[in-house]
């Protein structure tokens, strides 16, 4: 991947406040040893072909140090945390919750299971990650992924304990519940950010997007096509009963209706979030004040189950050019641009970038162990070597604007970027 040595003893520098955390002298000479080997040459980042690259550390060494050694990764992650705020940390920033799939073979490596992988996707037999990622100016900093367990892990104790998954996580936790936990870690860490951005999987869920307004946070998140929701101006009533028991609930005057229904007599536009490299983005959007259908759920008169209107929030939708729609909410205030709506919306691509480059540069999905914490280190040792190379890219960046001229090609730290 780094076609010279320069940047060794650059990641030496970058990584000594990490490395501050470790007591073991081996474990100091490890983690910068499997670091450079996911960011160096060659095709294969697993333990086997790291080793076989370099001749300061073994096998034995490397494998120990992420499936075997007895150290902690928080203190790791929050100073992961740290840079990433010192890199990309901004009160109008975003922080991306997303899931990543690692294809396998078997059904012995923790977390493996058939389950929908999102970039192939289709179920497929896979490990399953939620990631967080911090980002802003279009860089993104990868600072979580955390395994989700199916049921089929759950409910087998024996199976968990064989692949040493902590006891606090021998329970049953969805991807949005792991998210969140996630992101009260980033909270309590200080990173800046201004507004969390998810896609429907976790967006479509009323408790995630209730669970970040408890928070006092701003969201824009995706929504599934079958949600129902109400005009903003529905008002509810309290019809006197016809007989019978006295009604308890106010009741709309307005049913609820499919999102596409409601949009299909909005104007679309066509708007520019972004430049990219072939040019303006654009896509035809649409905007609307509603309330979610997603409050307590009471029988009608006419004997149907209708859920109450929701607090208030933007239903914002998109056609692509390829004739998808898409759908998400959003709680920024009434008065927010739709360009700016889209803007948010679309932010969202940096994880998708840095998915892709964790994994065909630096080796995310390579790991070739089957324990809980040798998966985690092993994702964490490539989240470590992103944020270094992201350091790298924002000093060339910061160097180049202040010469105008080219960073040298010779830099893989200035990734070129994709189009979304």
């Known amino acids: 991947m780094m076609s010279s040595d320069s940047w060794r003893e650059d990641l030496e520098t970058w990584l000594a406040p990490f490395l501050a955390e470790l007591t073991h002298p081996a474990q100091r000479r490890m983690c910068p040893a499997y670091i450079a080997g996911l960011i160096g040459p060659g095709d294969r980042k697993s333990i086997q072909p790291l080793a076989a690259r370099t001749d300061d550390v073994g096998y034995d ?103 040493r998954v902590p006891a606090e996580r021998q329970v049953v936790m969805s991807k949005p519940d792991i998210a969140m936990a996630e992101i009260d870690r980033v909270m309590a860490a200080g990173a800046r950010f201004g507004c969390v951005l998810a896609d429907a999987g976790y967006g479509s869920g009323a408790a995630f997007r209730q669970a970040l307004s408890e928070r006092g946070l701003s969201w824009a998140v995706g929504l599934s096509s079958r949600q129902t929701v109400y005009a903003a101006d529905v008002e509810l009533t309290f019809p006197a009963a016809r007989g019978g028991r006295p009604r308890k609930y106010h009741i709309p005057d307005q049913p609820p209706v499919p999102v596409a229904d409601i949009l299909a007599r909005e104007a679309w536009r066509k708007v520019a979030w972004r430049r990219g490299t072939k040019g303006r983005l654009t896509c035809l959007f649409a905007a609307r004040r509603v309330r979610i259908a997603e409050g307590h759920r009471h029988r009608m ?119 979304h």
């Not at 740290?82 to 078997?106: F, M, Q, S």
């Open 61 to 163: 060494q490397l494998h120990h140090f992420i499936a075997s050694g007895t150290w902690d990764t928080a203190p790791f992650e929050n100073r992961l945390l740290a840079e990433a705020d010192r890199l990309v940390g901004d009160a109008k920033g975003y922080l991306v919750i997303d899931d990543t799939a690692l294809p396998k073979k078997g059904r012995n490596s923790v977390g493996v299971a058939p389950q929908y992988a999102s970039s192939q996707g289709k179920t497929a037999n896979c490990q399953s990650l939620v990631s967080v990622t911090l980002a802003s100016r279009e860089v993104p900093v990868m600072v979580g992924l955390r395994l989700f367990l199916p049921e089929s892990w759950t409910d087998d104790p024996v199976r968990m304990k064989r692949a």
């Open 301 to 419: 008169a006419d004997n149907r189950v209708q859920a109450m209107p929701g607090e208030e929030v933007w239903l914002v939708g998109e056609r692509r050019s390829s004739g998808e729609r898409k759908y998400y909410v959003s709680n920024l205030p009434p008065d927010t641009p739709l360009r700016q709506l889209a803007a948010t919306i679309k932010a969202r691509w940096v994880c998708e970038q840095a998915h892709q480059q964790l994994k065909e540069e630096l080796g995310l999905d390579h790991f070739e162990g089957r324990s809980w914490p040798g998966l985690h280190r092993h994702a964490l040792m490539t989240m470590l070597a992103y944020a270094f190379l992201q350091s790298r890219r924002l000093k060339a960046a910061g160097r180049k604007k202040k010469s105008r001229r080219t960073a040298p090609a010779t830099d893989p730290a200035c990734y070129q970027t994709s189009d």
